[in-house]
């Protein structure tokens, strides 16, 4: 209520001025006014979810969220990535035999998609605990094996991003926070056991990754020294990488740091070319270094009490589950979507699998699909158009706590990534974060069969926001 | 005039609808009307050039013009460009002993600018035909020392483009016409022969180019097989590089495409390492493939009798030089414009020399400044903003007879770079090209001050409309 006296004060501005309109809600009532010729400034507002309300407004409500959401996010921003060794999982994450890892959220045999459950076919053949694929099945399927999430340990991996003791890990330290993450090397695309296919080609691929591809990039790396990782990701949102779906300059700034002491390593010249060739044929064989960077940032911004920024988002092919700093450890979980993209081959829509895997840790910090427009060009490959891409972008910023000026999209005017997804104003608005992702055929053994485009389920979020209520 | 009779036909719709004002020239009209709610089509327009009115009208209603451009621009687009070897000068051109070649249009040592000079020293104490640069300059200034372009020999240089017969050049092949250009090795940034420097350390430099890089990459591609380039400045326009000032995701494609058979020539380790390392640290190496690969377009598009479409924009320090289709190997000159941009360390304009270097052969094909849009971090390193890059390439489909769908530029949603700058666009417009370039110290012996943006001096333009005209 506006007094007589306060006319005199700031408020009296307001009647000097010409009256000015605000329209929220539905766009016909501007229209009208604009057609005839007044000054409009249109909002944009929806309700929030439904059944929300009360615990929404208690989160939004709570003292500390506004310094927790701050320290988080300066927290993951701080953090470093450094590529400082390559090495075999049973080595790097003590991982017993008979222990496999595997993406997203904790699931059973029973409970595991196909791309999931052909993942691990393979890795119990490559391990040499059966024979034939019948008696892997009949092995897994009897609970012997102990199924574990990357995200545990500590570490991430693409699509199943099933990890047995005999597969080589790149190691990643950010020496600012004292911690370590790891992630699997990149196989390419295709037929490829993180897309669940098993077949011998698939196997005697990952038998030559340990035997030549691992050791050389570990002499390479310790030759060199600690490659900044972070950089690399900084270079490459200036390139037209997303650092999801999109990874071929950073692929290529990879080699560039590698390949020098690649050649003067001493290895036979043969797998030193080898191994230049096969990184140099797939364009997302950085995406295993961009993951576990961003998930040492995201890991930095863990457990602060009271912050609703998410931290992880992982997906094991049938639930999607995140984390929020301000729940630690605890998944919220959801049935996964099925990725909406572009096929390859004869492939459809039909044979798609939904979401899997751990790469959705680009997006948790900032980049991949938040990222669109950082790089238009991969519409061609998940499907969309650049002024989606750039739209898409725009409104991840009304979802994040802030910008993060390291990874500066130059198309925005070198506007920082948005980076931080707030589950508290995912909930208010009603936007889900962006992500794209590889799509893997529903059916054990296929491989990808396209790339494209999926949003985590709302209820994670919900589920996030009434645990947060319970804890103001 | 409209007929009471036209009514009934197809121009009837004119009074059936609103009203519409189509505002031209002073803006003030266009913004009171909108102001009122009335419906207002701006369209930009200005006067031609003055003193070119009647020559453009002659120019612009040449019966051959529009299907000699097409034909022009189809040539152009036509063309492709395979690097498929490295050779020395001497071997390539049959460069003779005291010839050297030099950038841009034809020039003498009396009015050659400090840069080109000191290239010129620079190579004339690399080829051992004096002791001191003294002595060198004694040499050049007697004239028995040949200049010529390196167009005349169907080759580019960037910058100075100094050639001397001991230097190693890429050759590259357009099958499809049968036509070959070459262009020297990049020697790096900073204090570099093109940009006017030969101190010791130059011309070791150069030395070492001579010995090891050059034999070295004509093994790896004598051993590969013909690279596409054209392919990967297709890439490269996606990868945020416009090709000219920008060459990074270029150089890096380059690099993967050589490093296995460099790896594989049974060349010494050491040499193989040092010469990854010296291409991986200059992003800038891959321009003089773009360059001549521009050279090979262009050319394709020249001697198209009543043509208007440039084929040749090149400085040699001192004049701006354009070669026109329809006008053969004549050179239409004008004194070139100094470069505005940003500075190394403590030079500034004052150290500036004019615009310099075959490279505007980027623009000529519609890369480089002509496709800034492409290349948005770019503004980092010559100066300006973003949306003044986007707003530049939206003005160069104005002055250009079409689009190139090989070079895409993503976010403006994969339309063609604007390609085949048409000269009598320009007089009409009196919009000029814009050219992104590397800034040499006027002194000779300085090297590299700065990087910046560029335009042609308007006078070529019009020295071309009017020779076309007397042509008609």
Redesign the interface.
């Known amino acids: 209520m506006m007094s007589a006296t306060s006319l005199t004060g700031p408020l009296s501005a307001l009647l000097a001025a010409e009256p000015r309109v605000v329209a929220c809600g539905a766009g016909l009532f501007a229209d009208e006014l604009t057609?005839?010729?007044a000054s409009v400034l249109p909002v944009d507002w929806r309700p929030p979810v439904a059944g929300t309300e009360t615990a929404l407004a208690r989160v939004m409500a709570d003292p500390r969220r506004a310094a927790a959401n701050a320290l988080a996010l300066e927290r993951m921003l701080a953090s470093t990535a450094e590529l400082v060794d390559v090495v075999p999982a049973g080595e790097a994450l003590g991982l017993e035999p008979g222990t496999f890892l595997h993406a997203g959220p904790p699931v059973t045999w029973e409970r595991a998609s196909g791309p999931l459950r052909g993942a691990l076919i393979g890795a119990t053949l490559l391990e040499g605990l059966a024979a034939t694929p019948e008696e892997a099945q009949a092995l897994l399927a009897s609970g012997s094996v102990r199924l574990e999430p990357c995200h545990h340990r500590g570490a991430v991996g693409p699509m199943a991003g099933v990890v047995s003791p005999s597969m080589w890990l790149f190691t990643l330290r950010d020496e600012a926070n004292d911690r370590t993450s790891w992630c699997s090397l990149n196989e390419g695309l295709g037929r490829v056991l993180r897309y669940g296919a098993y077949s011998p080609d698939v196997l005697d691929r990952l038998r030559w990754m340990s035997r030549v591809l691992g050791p050389l990039l570990r002499d390479a790396v310790r030759r060199r020294g600690p490659i900044d990782v972070r950089a690399i990701v900084s270079?490459m949102v200036?390139?037209?990488?997303e650092g999801h779906n999109r990874n071929?300059?950073g692929t290529?700034?990879l080699?560039?740091e590698l390949?020098?002491d690649l050649?003067?390593s001493g290895a036979p010249?043969?797998d030193?070319?080898e191994v230049?060739?096969f990184v140099?044929g797939n364009d997302h064989f950085f995406l295993n270094l961009v993951m576990p960077a961003a998930k040492l940032a995201t890991a930095a911004a863990s457990g602060v009490p009271g912050s609703t920024l998410v931290t992880v988002m992982a997906r094991n092919g049938t639930d999607f589950g995140i984390q929020v700093s301000g729940t630690g450890d605890t998944w919220f979980t959801a049935p996964a979507e099925v990725p909406d993209g572009l096929y390859l081959g004869s492939y459809g829509p039909q044979d798609a699998n939904p979401d899997i895997g751990d790469s959705a840790i680009t997006e948790t910090v900032g980049i991949g699909g938040l990222s669109l427009a950082a790089a238009?060009?991969i519409?061609?490959f998940i499907g969309g158009?650049?002024?989606d891409a750039l739209r898409t972008t725009g409104e991840m910023y009304e979802i994040t706590a802030g910008e993060n000026p390291a990874y500066a999209i130059?198309?925005?005017?070198?506007r920082g990534a948005p980076s931080g997804i707030d589950v508290a104003k995912v909930v208010r608005t009603g936007i889900l974060p962006q992500i794209t992702t590889g799509i893997a055929g529903r059916v054990a053994g296929t491989g990808q069969v396209g790339a494209g485009l999926v949003k985590p389920p709302m209820a994670c979020f919900t589920a996030a926001v009434h645990a947060l209520a319970a804890s103001c």
């Open positions: 057609a005839q010729a270079q200036q390139m037209g990488d071929r300059a290529l700034m080699l560039r390949v020098p050649i003067e010249t043969a030193v070319a230049v060739r140099s238009p060009a519409v061609r158009t650049v002024p130059p198309i925005l005017d070198f």
